[in-house]
């Protein structure tokens, strides 16, 4: 199942920090920082031999994937092979069913807190009447029991509104943080909840089809953040697209998922004839044209009704 | 009680407080309306509206359940209010919000199912016990007489626990609202803030029925919550502005009814009417002329950049 014979590191004792992520999330996202940003090397995410099951059925198994710190990782495959199951696996909303998983040294979902994540979906509707700002402040103590007594902490609030705007900056957002955000563009929208993942200062960054429905431009713009965001802040980004184009340039690796199993590899290596025709068992072409992009030809689709099933029971 | 108004304002405020009767309705649309103002401005942004409409309609047969069999209203309307959330929340789709990321949201057609069944049996009830129309009357579209010490203490605690309750979910409530999917990746029990916020929603009809009657809900339940998310888009200022217009409109309601020949219900439901029609008005002028006053702007200090 994975032709490349690269990627089945085992997860290892990966993260041998002593304080534990996900015990005080108020203090370690308004307090000192936890970025380990030179942690490359070390796995962020690994699986090995995995399989998810929704309602009984096998989405995909035999997956085996590691995906280091500070790396750009894009999430491949057709429509409904189970590509947004993969990273509710990895956030541990989705139980792994064989094999081993291991994220941020942890199982999933033990260690969300650190994750920043934003899911698959559509625009919010125009009269949602919320500010920008408030969603992401949502983001940084929204799971929070209890309202903050006013008075009392003066510091910590003046701390933690220090941390939205500064995120609202790295993403540059400024100008429309104010504004309720269904009033905001689509490419707007999603810089905002990219800051919403971004505020507490993750260590990994889980994207469900981010550049969906937004216009070429917008789509450009945000990779382009991503890929920033990965670089400096080296945060690790796992990125479920439908187009890999956009963000071509930028990525490390790829994980294409196919016929239930996966593929790891950087994208020239993975985005090929023979690595696609293996993975799929049926002749694939994959065609490069003079800008560099790549089209991917003879793809087998999913099954209709398998398509629905999943979306359906994911949901 | 009809006592004539004469120009002198503060003498009329002291002949209607010294009515016990409408002190006590006074202190009931009080608490009524803080947690009416409350919840409601997060009903409205869950989308749950028919939802709390029809909690307030499955009042109806529990307080005329209860007046045929000679208990009081306030236990029908708590109890069918309670147990209509439970059933609401266990229908299915039911107690997911619906604040525009995806398609989720209250399963309207069995909900309506439920409203229908429950006027019917509300009818039933009220024919069964062979009351006046006078009662039927209240029951659907409330009356400011006749509110006793006991269930001035009654709402009270219920009222006070509704404030705490919803204090304490707060936060999560507000993220799972208008983010369910990262919420509940955040740890966060989005279908049980579901359920617990349609039980929220049940005392707080049932208790706002017993002011406005049954029908006439919406007025303290909707329309300050309306009216404040079109003025304000921030929403610790969005509540207490829903809450404040809560507090007006019922004031002025129960002070003009207790003056002129027609009932409370219509003055508080027109008051209520006349709030949301000026911030829609408000909103409409703010979005036009470019400038948006209700960003709150300068509410934040050291801005970047």
């Known amino acids: 199942m994975n032709p490349l014979g690269q990627t089945d590191t085992p997860a290892g004792p990966t993260h041998s920090q002593d304080e534990p992520l996900g015990t005080s999330p108020a203090d370690s996202a308004v307090g000192a920082d936890h970025y380990r940003s030179g942690q490359d090397g070390d796995a962020v995410v690994s699986l090995n031999e995995a399989a998810a099951t929704l309602a009984g059925r096998t989405i995909w198994s035999q997956v085996s994937l590691t995906v280091r710190g500070g790396e750009f990782v894009a999430v491949l495959g057709p429509n409904g092979v189970g590509k947004s199951t993969l990273l509710k696996a990895i956030l541990g909303l989705i139980p792994i069913t064989h094999g081993q998983a291991s994220v941020l040294g942890a199982r999933p979902g033990a260690h969300n807190a650190a994750i920043g994540y934003l899911p698959q979906r559509r625009a919010f509707d125009p009269s949602v009447r919320v500010r920008g700002i408030d969603i992401v402040r949502l983001g940084l103590d929204g799971d929070r029991w209890g309202v903050p007594l006013p008075g009392l902490g003066r510091a910590k609030a003046r701390a933690a509104r220090e941390r939205v705007t500064g995120v609202i900056a790295l993403v540059g957002a400024e100008g429309y943080a104010h504004r309720p955000i269904g009033q905001c563009s689509g490419g707007e929208q999603q810089r905002l909840l990219i800051a919403q993942a971004l505020v507490r200062r993750p260590e990994l960054l889980v994207l469900d089809e981010p550049l969906d429905s937004l216009d070429v431009t917008s789509q450009g713009s945000i990779s382009a953040l991503i890929q920033s965001v990965c670089r400096t802040l080296g945060v690790a980004v796992l990125m479920v697209a439908h187009d890999v184009n956009p963000i071509l340039p930028y990525l490390d690796q790829v994980i294409y998922l196919a016929h239930g199993g996966a593929v790891m590899g950087p994208p020239e290596k993975v985005i090929t004839a023979d690595t696609l025709t293996m993975l799929y068992g049926t002749p694939i072409d994959v065609l490069r044209d003079r800008a560099g992009r790549l089209v991917v030809i003879g793809q087998p689709d999913v099954p209709p009704e398998h398509t629905s099933n999943q979306k359906s029971s994911a949901r | ?305």
């Open chain 2, 1 to 305: 009680m009809n006592p004539s108004l004469s120009w002198n304002l503060l003498e009329d405020v002291q002949v209607m407080l010294s009515y016990h009767f409408m002190l006590n309705a006074l202190r009931a649309s009080t608490i009524v309306a803080i947690v009416a103002g409350a919840i409601g401005y997060l009903m409205v942004l869950r989308r749950e509206s028919f939802a709390g409409h029809t909690l307030a309609v499955i009042g109806f047969p529990g307080a005329a359940g209860a007046s045929w069999l000679g208990l009081s209203a306030a236990l029908g309307y708590f109890g069918f209010c309670l147990a209509g959330a439970l059933v609401i929340a266990a229908l299915p789709g039911g107690g997911r919000a619906n604040s525009g990321l995806g398609g989720h949201g209250e399963e309207s057609a069995g909900i309506g199912t439920v409203q229908a069944l429950a006027l019917a049996c509300g009818f039933l009830f009220v024919s069964l016990y062979h009351g006046f129309l006078s009662g039927l009357n209240n029951l659907l579209f409330g009356t400011i007489t006749g509110v006793t010490d006991t269930q001035v203490l009654v709402l009270l605690a219920a009222g006070l626990l509704c404030v705490l309750v919803l204090a304490a979910l707060g936060r999560p409530l507000l993220f799972a609202t208008i983010d369910p999917d990262v919420a509940a990746a955040r740890g966060v029990p989005v279908r049980a803030l579901a359920i617990g916020f349609l039980v929220l929603l049940g005392v707080a009809a049932a208790g706002t029925s017993q002011v406005t009657g049954s029908l006439l809900v919406f007025a303290l339940l909707v329309a300050p919550a309306a009216a404040a998310t079109r003025i304000t888009a921030r929403p610790a200022a969005g509540l207490a502005l829903s809450v404040g217009l809560g507090l007006g409109i019922t004031w002025l309601g129960e002070t003009i009814a207790f003056f002129s020949p027609f009932p409370i219900g219509f003055w508080v439901t027109t008051f209520g009417f006349a709030a949301f029609l000026l911030a829609s008005a408000y909103r409409t002028a703010a979005d036009r002329f470019g400038a948006n006053p209700a960003s709150g702007r300068r509410h934040v200090s050291g801005s970047p950049a």
